[in-house]
């Protein structure tokens, strides 16, 4: 065991029963298997000063804790008031309820774009203008992200709903989504939606309690011929009328079929669909104002959503510069704004979801950066944007005796697990914390992760107790 005070063991108890009364500093034992894998910051935010810190300035890879720097630089660049404009266009003449031309469907990233919103743009769209039948095609555009973020850190299951990107014209993430019925230990697929696609059930029941917060966590999606994927895995029984997504990835063709079943229905004939750019000489008829970054950050936060997170990092590039190229422009600009207050020199961003084996961060930086958005007018709405425990999100079924008083961001890749937020204790006192650990196992109840978790939870102890 190693601790911060090279002092006898007895000693180490009467400094840290001092140090607890007094609210000076802290005393962490660090198990003998997290030594050299953990990184901890502590600042007292009341006085501004640090409480604790243990490897504070060695650079950590982050998985979703990398979703608080995206915040805060969204935030300072688009504010929470920004969102997303999709619209449709024409081009040519109409005469007799006939348009000839091309008609337009322009996304501008809108990540809430779904089924329903598409459909009913296409019928005021047939309700202004009258239009029965189109000579032309139709256009999708989704040109406003022209480049592809990078992930360094790629998800195995590509066609699971961890592995969605981003797009300028993204209806339903792109996401098909298929309902589970567990009953007597059998496990069926109702009624699933897929577009074409079979599904081989492949799926057997879980004995057990076992929580289920997303099923997909528990589901293996594998492509086995050419329209057929396999769905295996082991699901408990709290899975049950809770859906699987299964990603069609951005290759429009998901996107094409909605789109075509929508003008079907609003009883608009057309030839045919395909992707291409819109002319700037078109008569633009509608546009859907998306949903704002204050309903998108909770969501991203609290349920640590990979595609809200990369269409933030991706609209810097398409809405603050003059987009040449999306992505580099993207990442020059989140670079600039994090310059503009801090000396991050370790920091990488890369898609800002933290998908990645390059966007690192020491605790020391997380928990200054978490200092600058305290003192900000942001910072009630950030901090409620965190998970917090016993409240829907990834720490639903964690630390429950913190809740409203622990808000954390959580991160975990197989390798990493992560905690960055804000603790406010029993006496009022309000802390900013950053503890992550690299190169440990967190696939499962491994031992290292139940020390991390324990560390926390020892952590959070002594804090509550200060004054």
């Given amino acids: 065991m190693r601790s911060d005070l090279n002092v006898p063991k007895i000693s180490k108890l009467l400094i840290l029963s001092f140090l607890i009364k007094t609210g000076a500093a802290l005393e962490i034992i660090i198990p003998d298997a997290l030594e050299n894998k953990v990184a901890v910051s502590v600042i007292d935010l009341n006085t501004n000063k640090s409480v604790y810190s243990y490897h504070p300035d060695k650079p950590m890879l982050l998985a979703s804790n990398m979703k608080v720097v995206t915040s805060y630089v969204a935030l300072k660049k688009l504010g929470w008031d920004f969102n997303w404009h999709t619209k449709i266009a024409y081009s040519g003449n109409i005469e007799n309820n006939v348009l000839n031309g091309n008609i337009y469907i322009i996304g501008g990233g809108d990540p809430f774009l779904n089924t329903s919103t598409i459909t009913n743009m296409i019928q005021s769209f047939k309700n202004d203008t009258g239009i029965d039948i189109i000579s032309g095609k139709i256009i999708l555009d989704n040109s406003v992200f022209n480049t592809k973020p990078k992930n360094s850190e790629l998800h195995p299951e590509p066609y699971a709903t961890y592995s969605v990107e981003p797009d300028g014209l993204l209806i339903d993430n792109d996401l098909t989504m298929v309902n589970i019925k567990i009953k007597n230990g059998k496990i069926s697929l109702v009624k699933p939606n897929t577009l074409g696609l079979k599904l081989q059930n492949n799926l057997k029941y879980l004995p057990g309690k076992a929580s289920c917060r997303n099923a997909n966590d528990y589901v293996t999606i594998k492509k086995i011929a050419k329209n057929t994927l396999s769905l295996s895995g082991s699901l408990p029984q709290k899975c049950n009328k809770k859906e699987i997504g299964i990603y069609f990835g951005d290759d429009f063709s998901y996107d094409k079929k909605i789109i075509a079943k929508s003008i079907a229905n609003v009883g608009i004939r057309y030839d045919s669909i395909e992707s291409g750019i819109a002319p700037a000489d078109i008569n633009i008829i509608l546009t859907h104002n998306s949903e704002s970054i204050n309903t998108l950050l909770p969501i991203m936060n609290q349920m640590s959503n990979n595609t809200y997170a990369k269409t933030l990092f991706m609209s810097l590039g398409a809405f603050k510069t003059n987009n040449s190229n999306t992505y580099i422009n993207s990442v020059n600009e989140y670079k600039k704004t994090i310059a503009e207050a801090f000396d991050f020199p370790e920091l990488t961003p890369e898609n800002g979801a933290g998908l990645s084996r390059h966007e690192k961060l020491s605790a020391k930086h997380m928990t200054q950066l978490l200092q600058a958005i305290y003192s900000s007018s942001d910072y009630q709405k950030f901090r409620?944007?965190?998970?917090?425990?016993?409240?829907?999100?990834?720490?639903?079924?964690?630390?429950?005796?913190?809740?409203?008083?622990?808000?954390?961001?959580?991160?975990?890749?197989?390798?990493?697990?992560?905690?960055?937020?804000?603790?406010?204790?029993?006496?009022?006192?309000?802390?900013?914390?950053?503890?992550?650990?690299?190169?440990?196992?967190?696939?499962?109840?491994?031992?290292?992760?139940?020390?991390?978790?324990?560390?926390?939870?020892?952590?959070?102890?002594?804090?509550?107790?200060?004054?």
């Fill in 384 to 467: 409620l944007s965190l998970p917090t425990p016993g409240e829907s999100g990834t720490l639903e079924n964690d630390f429950k005796t913190y809740h409203n008083q622990l808000y954390v961001k959580t991160g975990t890749l197989d390798d990493v697990k992560a905690y960055s937020g804000y603790f406010t204790n029993s006496n009022d006192h309000t802390y900013a914390i950053s503890i992550i650990a690299n190169d440990i196992k967190t696939n499962g109840s491994t031992s290292e992760l139940t020390d991390f978790k324990q560390l926390l939870i020892s952590l959070l102890a002594q804090l509550n107790k200060n004054k």
